[in-house]
């Protein structure tokens, strides 16, 4: 079984639809971490957490929110949907006592029409 | 976090050794050099990260350069499945936070 779980992995919603994108890990890692991708380019950190307690917003967290629900999950929303937040969207888990090496969930496809 | 710079494609024989270099002039003292592997929209895999000395392990070696400015990632024996955007990123370890990614190097190798 993975260690890094999201879902949906693809889904299509309309301009002006809340959705939330569920990540589940069972690394037992504190920390946890939303990044978005663009066609052809790196990731970008939309919210990151150390732990359950803990929420930072990343670069670019604009129309997103975050909930850390348990170590092992933490949800990102789009409380109103728009067009230019269709992208790919990965989950990282981290341990800082293993070098914060960072994995990674298989990714949700987002497209908002 | 330091920028770092890195070609945009490079293309590699199967079988042959896979080298792909990264600058990261402003690096700090205790900015460690990561590299990072996305196979074709998977989620990013590290490969191997260093401080200052050679690091090697099971999927590649990392040379980083005296004056630490520069580093090269080696792939010693490519195949098909390397095939994937290599990312370069230098950050503090102890930041626990985000990677910067850049738009990295998209590595093909060729049968």
């Known amino acids: 079984d993975a260690d890094v779980t999201q879902t949906p992995r693809n889904r299509i919603t309309k301009t002006g639809k809340r959705i939330m994108l569920e990540c589940s890990q069972t690394?037992?890692?504190?920390?946890m971490y939303w990044y978005r991708q663009d066609p052809g380019l790196g990731l970008r950190l939309i919210y990151y957490s150390f732990d359950v307690k803990d929420i930072n917003k990343g670069e670019i967290s604009d129309g997103y929110s975050v909930s850390r629900q348990a170590q092992a999950k933490f949800s990102l929303s789009l409380e109103s949907a728009i067009p230019n937040q269709t992208a790919l969207y990965f989950c990282?888990?981290?341990?800082?006592?293993?070098?914060?090496?960072?994995?990674f969930g298989p990714g949700t496809r987002l497209t908002v029409l | 976090d330091a920028k770092t710079t890195q070609p945009p494609s490079m293309d590699c024989a199967e079988g042959r050794a896979a080298n792909l270099p990264c600058n990261h002039s402003?690096?700090?003292?205790?900015?460690?050099v990561y590299w990072y592997r996305q196979i074709h929209s998977q989620g990013p895999q590290y490969i191997i990260h260093g401080l200052k000395n050679n690091e090697t392990n099971e999927m590649a070696s990392l040379i980083i350069t005296e004056d630490r400015k520069s580093s090269t990632l080696i792939l010693p024996h490519a195949t098909l499945r390397d095939t994937a955007v290599y990312y370069c990123?230098?950050?503090?370890?102890?930041?626990?936070?985000?990677?910067?990614f850049g738009e990295g190097t998209q590595l093909t190798v060729n049968p």
């Open positions: 990123i230098v950050r503090v370890v102890s930041s626990g936070s985000r990677l910067t």
């Open positions: 990282a888990t981290s341990d800082p006592i293993l070098n914060n090496e960072q994995f």
């Open positions: 690394k037992g890692h504190d920390r």
């Open positions: 402003t690096i700090s003292g205790n900015e460690y």
